[in-house]
């Protein structure tokens, strides 16, 4: 009998998990401990729409206070879990220990630090909590020097965020190109474009050495010795997954928390999903890592019903959407293994996907303000559908139809 | 308040809606089942799809593309499909009427 389920996490997977666990029937006593003080809340809008002083932080929560008291979900929250042990199936809380029969670890990321001198500077920032957000938020105003280290995702959504509010922004990227991990050289060109159009100033090549200021950050220097005065520094250099609790407790870990596609660690008392877990993509036939809202939602799911008994496997094929500007990116797929890639459509006229094919298979999309290629991309990649690849670039041709 | 009505294949639920905020987030706010949203209201999901009764639809703003896009390919569109993150509550929309699809996505 599971009487006790513990989620630890209280964001993306944790917040679903408890939810479908209800749904789902699960009567037995329900706990879910976060280290963030608020209500789980949704992530995306915090270098969107939460930047730019668009949406109040109450329309963050996926749910309010109400939901959880009438589903009688216990929340444990600015509570951090320092200790798991598996043997006696308890977890080690900031005041507290509590016992578990099913325990969900849904612990998300920690992001990647910078490690040069003056990196601990006051007016650094890092962007994966909403206290980030609103710390940042504190230092956008017309004319502040906003220098922003990382031209990913994260970066460049605060890059245009401050910029349209009024910020003189900077953005410094290691690479030669923005987006060069996630997105084809076409749309990284597309967006580094729009961003140079808006009055951004994106430095590909260019390598942070050191941070100067006296208390506060001044300056940002890179290694050729050029140099960027700075009332903020924003840093968006990436993430990794937060296991280190799961392998102090000895799980296997290895590029994040080690999962089935049942969402079962190497403990057969513990899951985990979401951001935090190393899992296998059946689709694409390989162990991936991924950081996205769908990904953590269905795992969440999975997981949930699996503690509940029922066999079901996590089987999706990843998606993740972009807003920069008034442009959205929306992928759908992993593109590692494409053999040929397809520009549909004009980058100048504001309206194209990039479609990547494997033996004339979709296998994934990056549209650009293009929601019908997306939508119709993500049944072919999923369908496995055979397409004909001279019809592909025809915009005048649905993309469902290039078969 | 605005009152909202949701509509599924088993049910009929009229809710008390705060103005200003999506058709969306009233849904979520009141547990309304099948509004998955998924994305929470950027509009790169379409799994919070709705059918507008017919005669609200001249009511609401028109769908901009980006909508229009999404919904072409959502689960079973209909000349009434509105994505509910794009809808903003008003006054104006008292008594509004909607039916969730069978599905979402
Ligand atoms: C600024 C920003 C923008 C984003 N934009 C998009 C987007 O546009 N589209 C998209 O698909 N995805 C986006 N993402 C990613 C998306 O938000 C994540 O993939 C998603 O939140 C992952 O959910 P999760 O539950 O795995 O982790 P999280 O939502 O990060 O939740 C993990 C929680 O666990 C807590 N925790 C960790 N360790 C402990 C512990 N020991 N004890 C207690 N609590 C602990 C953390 O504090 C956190 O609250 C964005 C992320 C950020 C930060
Ligand atoms: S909530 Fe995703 S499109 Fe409306």
């Known amino acids: ?403 | 308040m605005p009152r909202i009505v949701f509509i599924d294949a088993n049910s009929r639920r009229e809710v008390l809606a705060t103005s200003g905020i999506s058709l969306m987030e009233v849904a979520r706010q009141n547990q309304i089942e099948g509004i998955l949203a998924q994305c929470g209201g950027a509009c790169a999901c379409a799994t919070c799809h709705v059918y507008v009764a017919p005669q609200w639809m001249d009511q609401l703003p028109a769908r901009e593309d980006m909508e229009q896009g999404m919904l072409e390919n959502a689960w079973e569109p209909k000349d009434n499909s509105r994505l509910s993150c794009q809808i903003t509550v008003s006054e104006a929309l008292d008594g509004l009427e909607v039916t969730i699809p069978e599905r979402q996505g």
């Not at chain 1, 789980?40 to 730019?52: G, T, V």
């Not at chain 1, 990913?152 to 987006?179: H, Q, S």
């Not at chain 1, 870990?253 to 899992?279: L, Q």
């Open chain 1, 1 to 403: 009998m599971i009487a006790n389920i513990i989620v630890v996490g209280a964001g993306q997977a944790g917040a679903q998990a408890v939810d479908t666990l209800r749904r789902e029937g699960f009567a037995g006593r329900l706990i879910l401990v976060g280290d963030e003080a608020q209500l789980p809340y949704q992530r995306p809008p915090l270098s969107k729409k939460f930047l730019a002083g668009e949406m109040t932080e109450d329309r963050l929560m996926f749910r309010h206070q109400p939901f959880y008291d009438e589903h009688q979900i216990e929340l444990h929250l600015a509570t951090g879990v320092t200790r798991i042990d598996p043997a006696t199936r308890s977890i080690t809380c900031t005041s507290e220990s509590l016992q578990y029969d099913r325990l969900l670890l849904c612990l998300g990321t920690t992001s990647r630090l910078l490690t040069c001198p003056g990196a601990q500077l006051a007016g650094i920032h890092y962007l994966r909590c909403l206290a980030d957000a609103i710390q940042i938020r504190s230092h956008i105003k017309p004319a502040a020097r906003a220098v922003i280290i990382g031209g990913g995702y994260i970066g460049l959504e605060t890059a245009a965020t401050c910029r349209t509010m009024g910020c003189e922004v900077t953005v410094l990227e290691m690479a030669d190109r923005v987006m060069n991990r996630v997105a084809s050289p076409c749309v990284s060109q597309y967006f580094s474009d729009r961003h140079s159009a808006h009055g951004v100033n994106i430095v590909c090549n260019s390598r942070v050495v050191q941070i100067e200021g006296l208390n506060q950050v001044e300056r940002v220097v890179c290694a050729d010795g050029s140099q960027y005065d700075a009332d903020f520094v924003i840093v968006g250099i990436g993430a990794m997954a937060a296991s280190s609790l799961a392998s102090a407790a000895g799980l296997n870990c290895d590029n994040g928390i080690v999962v089935d596609e049942f969402c079962r660690t190497s403990d057969p008392h513990i899951y985990a999903a979401g951001d935090c877990t190393n899992h296998p993509s059946i689709h694409y036939g390989r162990r991936i890592r991924l950081e996205s809202v769908d990904n953590a939602v269905e795992q969440a799911k999975t997981a949930a019903l699996n503690m509940l008994g029922r066999e079901v496997k996590h089987d999706r094929v990843p998606w993740f959407w972009s807003d920069q500007f008034d442009n959205k990116l929306l992928i759908a797929g992993l593109s590692d293994g494409h053999d040929e890639l397809i520009v549909r459509g004009d980058p100048t006229q504001r309206v194209f996907s990039v479609c990547y094919l494997k033996e004339h298979a979709l296998i994934a999309i990056e549209a650009v303000n293009q929601p019908k290629d997306y939508m119709a991309a993500r049944k072919l990649i999923a369908d496995r559908t055979p397409l004909d690849a001279g019809k592909i670039p025809r915009i005048d041709t649905l993309l469902k139809e290039a078969v």
